[in-house]
Every structure is written in C-alpha cells, then in structure tokens.
C-alpha cells in the first residue's frame, strides 16, 4: 500500500472474526454495522469518514501485488484508475477486470445464458472487452469495483454510490457510468496487479436470494440508463428468462426451493414491465 494511505474496514454484519482481527491492527479504522447495509452503503460510508483526496476499493478477497502509485497519477488525471486483477495462479481476469457499460442486448444475452454458452458471440465479445488485450493500458468504461480508486470530488460531484443497489451488484457500473456523464474517464493501467480470488461474499448469499438480488439491481440500473422501450425490453426478458433458469436450478439443487425466489423475480419484472413508473426498484426487495 502507498505511503500516506489510511485503511478502512468496513463490516456489514459478518460472522466471523473480521471485525476482532481488524481492530487488532494498529493505524485501521474498522466499522462495525449492526447489519448488512450493502456494498454501496459500506463504501459511502468509508468515503465519508475520511478526508483523503483518493480512495481505493478492494474487495476482502482482493490482495494487491504491486504498488497503486500508477492508480494515484492515473486518477489525479482522468478521475478514476484500475489495475489488472489476477487469479491465484496469475491469470489475468478476462472479462471481469475491466467491461464496457452493458447494453440491453448485452443483459438480455446474460439473462438467457447466452453469453455463458457462447462467450464469444459479438455482443458478448464487446461487452467484456474480449476484443481487447487485458495487458492494453488506456481509457476503459467500468472498471471492476472490487480494484477501484477514485478521487474523492467525482464521488462528491456523482453524490456517491447508489445504496439502492442493495446488497450488491451494478452499484459500481452506476457508480462508473454516472462519472462518465460527468466528464470523468476511467484509466486501466495492467502494470498494477492484485490477486482476486471471487466469490468471497456472494458465496454466503443463498442461492435463491442471489437471484432476487441480481435481477433487482439489473433491472434497477436499467431504469436509470436506458431508454423507456429499451428498459421495457429488459423488464420482458428478466420474466422470461425466469422459467428456464428456475428450472436449471431445480434440477441442480434436486429442490423445488428456486420456484419461490424466481416467483418474486417474475412478480417484480412483471411490475415494472406494466407500470410508467421506474423509481424506488430495489428498495422492496426482501433481505
């Protein structure tokens, strides 16, 4: 870690000794909530009990590997920087470091599988940037939240995260894209590494609820960023989508248990696909 720079954990809720671990570290400031407050709120929150000019995220399966000094010049410049996030066995993260703000297409290809079965089909292609080499520096759309820094006045010009985004997902893409309206650019400089292993706090998440929480913060961002029969589009896809993947995970869990998490799915897209309204989506979303 660059000299200078003050860690900051925030906890939301966990269950096991990260808090106790944390505390026994001297120079860290820990936050301990009472409950999950959720990604977006947890880096608010972080950001606003310090006043430092430039704030890196990471993730708690993110390790760096090299120095963020590159991250520091990168965002005095453009605003926002990332680096290259690497596997345990040093392989670059394709598809994941770094992504283009999605499309509707690009979510309506997600939300049938379609880029899992076919991960090189165009639209996928550009979505993840598999059209460009992870070792090709420059200006990108969305860096990975988990290995994101940012100057503390494009938070404070974009108000921050979105904490409807709750728990988690495309709070960062928000966050991202938001900036770029703004007139602030996201540099990806590949010659800083750290080590992400995924799936460290979604692993703890049922599997049911993984999907409520998806498709809300999907549908969510879709009611921000695009056009009204675009937005419809998505809404339409998510209902449709819901029975082939509830039954996929029927067959995987030997369970009838995915009936009710992608009922709620079906009820909600179903919702917003009728209603002129597009606000407040996320906020009643079970926990």
Not at 128 to 144: K, M
Not at 225 to 241: D, E, K, M, Q, T
Request: with cysteine; proline share 7%.
């Amino acid at each position: 870690m660059a000299p200078g720079f003050t860690p900051i954990v925030v906890d939301n809720a966990s269950r096991d000794r990260t808090v106790t671990l944390a505390r026994r570290h001297a120079g860290v400031q820990v936050i301990a909530n009472a409950e999950n407050r959720g990604f977006a709120s947890g880096v608010n929150q972080a950001v606003r009990s310090t006043g430092a000019e430039f704030i890196l995220l990471l993730n708690p399966d993110v390790v760096p590997l090299s120095p963020v000094d590159e991250l520091i010049e990168s965002s005095r410049q453009f605003g926002l920087a990332s680096g290259k996030l690497v596997d345990a066995t040093g392989r670059g993260q394709a598809g994941f470091a770094i992504r283009r703000f999605p499309t509707p297409p690009a979510l309506i290809f997600e939300l049938f599988g379609i880029n899992r079965l076919w991960p090189m089909n165009p639209v996928n292609r550009r979505y993840r940037y598999y059209d460009r080499g992870l070792d090709t520096p420059g200006e990108v759309d969305q860096p990975a939240g988990a290995f994101l820094m940012f100057r503390r006045d494009v938070w404070e010009r974009v108000s921050g995260f979105d904490e409807d985004f709750h728990p988690l997902w495309f709070e960062d893409v928000d966050f991202c894209r938001r900036a770029a309206q703004t007139g602030y650019r996201a540099h990806y400089v590949p010659s800083v590494l750290a080590r992400h292993l995924g799936g460290h706090s979604i692993g703890s998440i049922p599997p049911g609820c993984r999907a409520v929480y998806w498709c809300a913060s999907l549908l969510r961002y879709a009611a921000k960023h695009f056009r009204p029969l675009a937005y419809r589009g998505v809404c339409a896809a998510v209902v449709l989508s819901s029975v082939p993947r509830m039954v996929v995970e029927m067959i995987r869990e030997r369970s009838f248990t995915p009936v009710t998490a992608y009922g709620r799915v079906i009820r909600m897209a179903g919702l917003c696909l009728v209603s002129s309204q597009r606000r407040g989506i996320g906020k009643e979303v079970p926990s």
